[in-house]
């Protein structure tokens, strides 16, 4: 029988684990999760009592509504003076303001998006513009950035705040900490970062917050991280890194309920993911719910079995006029730096092409049900 999210999420609070990762699919409820853990650690009317002296804060998190506090001051009327703009929050300021982490935010911008790309702060540190350098020494001022680009920037924010306050964390006296305003916080939860990254990137921030995670000093402060994605790259680099015992997987029921269950290994290991993808994708197809993200599941099946089968590339097994599949497929799952910029949903055509290709890769005893 399945349980509710916020049932789910009394099972994480129990738990006295350090580090609780979580697999689940798009559409699972990871957010949600995040949201119910949330306010069931710190309901809303706590937060607006804990004020004048009291620390109150038991939960920082980042998820798909942090990108709330940020948005877009476009110049509708000019249309020349297009700005980021940041809604008053304790937190920013305290990064910000406080602990001057302006540079560490701009450097680890341009490390995962473009050197040349720049983000500016004013002087109340809640606006924000962008620079580009162009050819010839010249600059192009007030841009606005992609999606892809403005999501990353606002996890450099919550990045640089969360390595912030686990630096503070571990001062051993409360007198002798930088601020008071995290002594009472509990929990870091953390929701798909930035899955616009390449492979690269993507690796490299796995590592980052790893490292993050074990310079916590868990006999000092008791702080515990929980960790969603989607990704399995993701998971894996996470999970190897913390030297993991054992992760978890959230899915969801047709009846709206869901489950997690503990799994033991990494996702290539533990819950036969290609299983999952296969059960997905054809979940999909007979649905008639086929989206963008089914095409990088698809692909991800052919490379897992191209890697198991010892193809040198996951594109050799496609059908004849590879190409024109291969075209296809990677129109919807680009590895570029920043692979979810605009992209078209996918046309009925399109998403027979997927169907075609998972029954192709099937029937030619490509993929076994015994692939691990």
Not at 214 to 241: A, R
Not at 267 to 277: G, I, R, V
Request: aromatic share 12%; with cysteine; net charge negative.
């Amino acid at each position: 029988m399945g349980k509710t999210l916020t049932e789910i999420a009394q099972e994480l609070k129990n738990s006295e684990k350090k580090v609780q990762l979580i697999y689940a699919f798009n559409g699972a409820g990871k957010t949600r999760l995040s949201r119910a853990f949330k306010e069931l650690v710190s309901p809303k009317h706590e937060e607006e009592e804990a004020q004048d002296g009291d620390t109150g804060v038991k939960v920082l998190y980042y998820n798909a509504f942090t990108e709330d506090l940020f948005y877009w001051d476009n110049d509708l009327e000019k249309d020349t003076d297009r700005k980021l703009v940041i809604r008053p929050n304790a937190f920013t300021d305290w990064a910000l303001e406080d602990e001057g982490q302006d540079s560490n935010i701009i450097t680890n911008f341009q490390h995962y998006t473009n050197d040349k790309l720049t983000p500016r702060f004013n002087e109340g540190y809640n606006e924000v513009s962008f620079s580009i350098e162009g050819g010839n020494e010249e600059r192009i001022d007030n841009i606005k950035i992609s999606r892809g680009e403005e999501s990353c920037f606002i996890w450099c924010v919550f990045f640089s705040l969360l390595k912030e306050v686990v630096e503070v964390l571990n001062v051993p006296e409360p007198e002798n900490r930088s601020t008071n305003k995290f002594d009472d916080l509990e929990y870091i939860f953390i929701d798909d970062p930035v899955s616009s990254l390449d492979e690269n990137h993507l690796i490299e921030l796995a590592v980052n917050i790893a490292e993050v995670i074990k310079s916590s000093d868990y006999k000092l402060n008791e702080l515990k991280f929980i960790i969603t994605t989607h990704n399995p790259l993701f998971y894996n680099v996470i999970y190897n890194e913390l030297n993991a015992k054992e992760g978890y997987m959230l899915s969801k029921y047709e009846d709206g309920t869901f489950k997690l269950e503990e799994k033991k290994g990494d996702s290539n290991k533990s819950f036969s993911y290609h299983l999952f993808l296969k059960q997905t994708i054809e979940e999909a197809l007979d649905s008639g719910t086929v989206q963008k993200y089914h095409f990088t599941l698809l692909r991800n099946l052919y490379e897992k079995t191209a890697n198991f089968l010892g193809y040198p590339q996951w594109s050799d097994l496609l059908p004849d006029d590879r190409q024109i599949y291969y075209n296809r497929i990677i129109q919807f799952t680009s590895h570029s730096t920043l692979s979810n910029e605009a992209v078209a949903e996918p046309t009925e055509a399109e998403k027979q092409t997927v169907g075609f290709l998972l029954k192709h890769l099937i029937d030619n005893k490509y993929w076994k049900e015994d692939l691990q």
